[in-house]
């Protein structure tokens, strides 16, 4: 497969530049997808909710009531939970919500999304370039010559660029990586990929 290249003012320029179908045309999986963001979402909880148990609620330990007699129900302890106030039962506790995924599942997961996206035209390449100073009307020119100002983008550069990721860090619907830190959730929750032209190589070697 093979994509033209624009430049920043979005303008083609003549060239275009060979995607490799090992990564960008392979059978979409799916449930590997699936998966891939569910490990995402799930190392993104922090597991620290907490409730407190009978054995923890402050409360004096004293018989509330007599056993018998008073017509009404047993209670031996102020913590039950049944009142207000009272211990939780079988509430949460802190727990690590992460989980271990395959190396190849999650590398299979990254190329059907990039298989899917470019399937459906959603990638566009554009060439290196690179801000003289952090600015953020500077990005925004650049989303809007590709009339991307109201969509999700995720610009994808082949190395980490200060001055292009301190432009863009403060617009909404908008996020900026390498090409050794793309994840699925990413590609997935984008709705057009920005691809730099030197990622191109680096993308085609997953």
Do not use: C
Not at 100 to 108: D, I, S, Y
Not at 123 to 142: G, H, Q, R
């Amino acid at each position: 497969m093979e994509l033209a290249i624009h430049n920043i003012q979005g303008q083609a320029t003549g060239k275009k530049v060979k995607l490799a179908d090992e990564v960008f045309a392979v059978e979409p999986n799916e449930h590997a997808v699936y998966l891939d963001v569910k490990q995402y979402l799930a190392n993104q909880r922090q597991g620290t909710h907490k409730t407190k148990e009978r054995w923890e609620v402050a409360f004096s330990t004293k018989k509330l009531l007599k056993q018998k007699g008073t017509g009404g129900a047993r209670h031996g302890s102020r913590k039950a939970n049944i009142y207000k106030g009272g211990g939780r039962v079988f509430g949460p506790q802190p727990r690590d919500y992460s989980f271990k995924l395959n190396k190849k599942l999650k590398e299979l997961a990254r190329r059907s999304v990039l298989s899917a996206k470019a399937k459906e035209s959603l990638i566009t390449v554009v060439e290196d370039f690179n801000f003289e100073a952090p600015k953020t009307k500077s990005y925004v020119e650049l989303l809007n010559a590709f009339s991307l100002n109201n969509k999700k983008t995720l610009l994808i550069l082949p190395e980490l660029n200060k001055n292009v990721v301190l432009s863009g860090r403060n617009i909404p619907q908008t996020k900026i990586t390498t090409a050794g830190n793309i994840n699925t959730y990413d590609l997935v929750n984008s709705d057009v990929i920005l691809l730099a032209e030197s990622a191109v190589q680096k993308l085609n070697e997953l």
